[in-house]
């Protein structure tokens, strides 16, 4: 793992955003105005150092570990079972949105965790399933009364970064219509589709993240580091924002300079601001930090 040289602090992220031609280059978590005026956000960030191995393959029992813990401390509730309960009732009708793109896919391990979990609080197994690209056509989804929203965080060509907020692009017919200007307007799909309200779970995938790209469908594994984490909320934004956080400091210290996210991801901020799906500010986050703690970056 590349070791972290200096502390990022948050004068060096308005640093950052200030030296980008209007001030706020990839850094959509600083707002120059208030955001709408909610209460703040709860987010869960947990991490082992044993989660990923040095093949890269993932350990299925720390994975299943990390997940339950980040979901009882988010709620407050003491065992994992109760957790998932209160999530999730034996009624519910759950689409699992995950991200297949082949380079860096939500993993199976973790896919198969959520399915368990989902049985064991009583959604019966014919309601439920996991789903990308078939959304539209997909009986479960098309009658679900919930869903999860899972994939892993990368840098991304088009909206700076793939993000949870971006992962419901394929809930819409015609997903290009909402590329202008690095995707900003990725929120209104949460709103034209309703998915915000059936939305019970938000899982950004930090196990080895991609922090950086260069073109369309990009990938290499020298910006790939086994940060070993996960970011559970129930608010999409704040969970994205914690992790542009974390992306844009290992850019900085990985470059040896500031290197804002390139284009700047500005659906995170418009989320808050414009389509009022959550907090984006630092100061509206309530950041829970679990297990790991070398090279947080955050």
Known sequence: MESTKR?????????AGAIA???L??????????THGAGSSRVVLIRSNDVVGQSGALNSDILENMLDQAVTRLLDIPDPASAWRELFTASDIVGIKSNEWGRLPTPDALEE???RRLERAGVQPENIDVDDRGVL???VFKKSTALINVRPMRTHHWSGLGTLLKNYIMFVPHPWAYHGNACERLGAIWQETGVHTKTRLNILV???PLFHGVGPHHFSRRYIWPYGGLIVSRDPVAADATGARIIQAKRNDYF????PISPPPRHIAAADSRFRLGNSHPDRIQLVKLGWD?????
């Open 7 to 15: 502390v990022i602090t948050r004068r060096d992220f308005i640093k």
């Open 21 to 23: 031609a209007g001030g």
């Open 25 to 34: 280059m990839g850094l959509p978590f600083i707002s120059i105005t208030d």
């Open 113 to 115: 965790a959520l399915v």
């Open 137 to 139: 056509r997909n009986r």
């Open 206 to 208: 930090m196990l080895t």
């Open 256 to 259: 040896q300079e500031e290197r």
């Open 294 to 298: 070398e090279d947080l970056l955050i």
